[in-house]
C-alpha cells in the first residue's frame, strides 16, 4: 500500500508498505484524507525529534476495515476522525478527563507498518499518510458519513488544537478580547472557536495581508500585519493572546498584550531547546502562561461535538480545506504548506 515515510534523509512516497492486523482494542482504518498540518513537516527539519523510520501523518478520516475484539463502538462501515491519543482511559489524568496528559499519550511510539521486513514507526500514534493505519480503539471517534473526508481530517488536529485551546484551556467567555498571532490552519480554527464561544474583540495578526479576508470570514473582528497596532485596538490589554506561529518573540509579543488577568496560550511549537524570556514583573497582575497541548481536548466528546456543530452551520471546516492533492503530490503539498500558500493541504486517497 502507499504511504508517505521519512528516513532522517528524505521524505517518499512508496508503494510497498505492509501493516498488520488488528489486535485486541485495535481498530484498522481505509485513510480517506489526511490534512498536512506543520508538524508533520518539523519531523521532517528536525524540529520534532522522532524515531526513524516512521510513516508521516497525524490528522486523519476515512472508514473501518476491522476492528479486534472488545471494541464495540465502531464496527466496519463507519466513517471515523482519527485522534492522536492513545490515552489508556484508567490512569489518575484519563479519570479526571485529562486524556491529553495521559502518559500512554505521550510519546513511545508503535511500529504497526514494515517494509521489506523493517518495521516503521508510527507518528503521533496515527499515521495518518498511509492508504490504511492502525490505530486503539479510543482514537477512532464515529462521525456522520455525511462530512466530506477532506473537511472531516481536519478535526483531528486543527481543529481539536484551534477550538480546544479556546473552549477547553483558556476557557474563553462572552465579551473576551481575543488576539491571534499567525492565522495559518491553526490560528483560524482559534478564531472561529473564540467567535463561537461569544468573544466580542478579536484581533488576528498576520504579518501576510492576503490572510485577512480569510480571517475575518472564520471571525475576526480586526486584522493587522503587525502586533504594534494592537494596543490602538485593546487599550488595557487583551483577556486571551493566542501564539500559533511557534517564535520566542511571538511568545513574548503576547505576553506583552495582555491585560489585567490576561491568559497567553501557546499553541506554537518552537524548537524543543528553544527558550523564551518575559519581563516577571507584568506578571503580577494576575497574568498566566498557559502551555496547551491538542487543544487540552477529549476527543470522543469533542470531535463529535465539533461534527454536530459543523453540521448546523457553526463550525467552518470546508472552509479550512484550501486544497487538496493526492498523495503522490506530497513533495508540492508540503512545499506549498511550508511557504504558507494554504491554510490547510489535505492529501486524498
Known amino acids: 500500500m502507499r504511504g508517505v515515510v521519512f528516513d532522517g534523509k528524505q521524505t517518499e512516497v512508496v508503494d510497498d508498505l505492509e501493516i498488520r492486523d ?17 508538524s508533520d513537516l518539523s519531523v521532517v527539519d528536525g524540529t520534532i525529534p522522532f524515531p526513524l523510520p516512521v510513516v508521516l501523518g497525524h490528522e486523519g478520516a476515512g472508514v473501518v476495515e476491522a476492528v479486534g475484539a472488545g471494541v ?8 471515523v476522525a482519527l485522534s492522536t491519543l ?19 499519550a505521550i510519546g513511545m511510539p508503535g511500529q504497526p507498518f514494515s517494509r521489506g521486513g523493517t518495521p516503521l514507526y508510527q507518528f503521533a500514534s496515527s499515521s495518518a499518510f498511509a492508504e490504511r493505519t492502525l490505530v486503539k480503539a479510543v482514537q477512532a471517534v464515529k462521525i456522520p458519513a455525511d462530512i466530506p473526508p477532506a473537511s472531516a481530517a481536519l478535526m483531528g488536529c486543527g481543529v481539536v488544537t484551534g477550538v480546544g485551546a479556546v473552549l477547553n484551556r483558556a476557557k474563553v467567555d462572552r465579551g473576551d478580547t481575543v488576539v491571534v498571532i499567525g492565522t495559518g490552519g491553526i490560528g483560524l480554527n482559534v478564531i472561529q472557536g473564540a467567535r463561537i464561544a461569544g468573544a466580542l474583540t478579536i484581533v488576528a495578526v498576520d504579518t501576510n495581508p492576503a490572510k485577512e479576508a480569510v480571517a475575518r470570514q472564520f471571525g475576526a473582528t480586526h486584522f493587522l500585519t503587525s ?17 500559533c506561529v511557534g517564535r520566542t518573540e511571538l511568545i513574548r509579543q503576547a505576553i506583552d498584550l495582555l491585560g489585567r488577568r490576561g491568559q497567553a496560550i501557546l499553541l506554537g511549537v518552537p524548537a524543543a531547546t528553544a527558550e523564551a524570556s518575559f519581563l516577571v514583573s507584568s506578571m503580577y497582575l494576575d ?3 498557559l502551555g496547551c497541548r491538542y487543544g487540552s481536548s477529549r476527543p470522543q466528546r469533542d470531535i463529535a461535538l465539533y461534527a454536530e456543530l459543523y453540521r448546523t452551520g457553526r463550525l467552518m471546516l470546508d472552509e479550512l480545506v484550501t486544497e487538496t492533492y493526492p498523495v503522490e503530490d506530497f513533495a508540492k503539498a508540503a512545499d506549498d504548506a511550508h511557504h504558507g ?4 493541504g489535505v492529501l486524498v486517497f
Do not use: N, W, Y
Open 22 to 38: 488488528p489486535g485486541p482494542g485495535e481498530v484498522l482504518v481505509a485513510v480517506a484524507a489526511a490534512g498536512l498540518c506543520h
Open 72 to 79: 464495540v463502538h465502531v464496527v466496519p462501515g463507519d466513517h
Open 86 to 104: 492513545a490515552s489508556c482511559g484508567a490512569c489518575a489524568q484519563c479519570d479526571r478527563g485529562r486524556p491529553t496528559m495521559c502518559r500512554k
Open 227 to 243: 502586533a504594534e497596532g494592537v494596543r490602538e485596538i485593546l487599550p488595557t490589554g487583551a483577556d486571551h493572546a493566542f501564539e
Open 287 to 289: 497574568k498566566s502562561i
Open 341 to 344: 500558500r494554504v491554510a490547510r
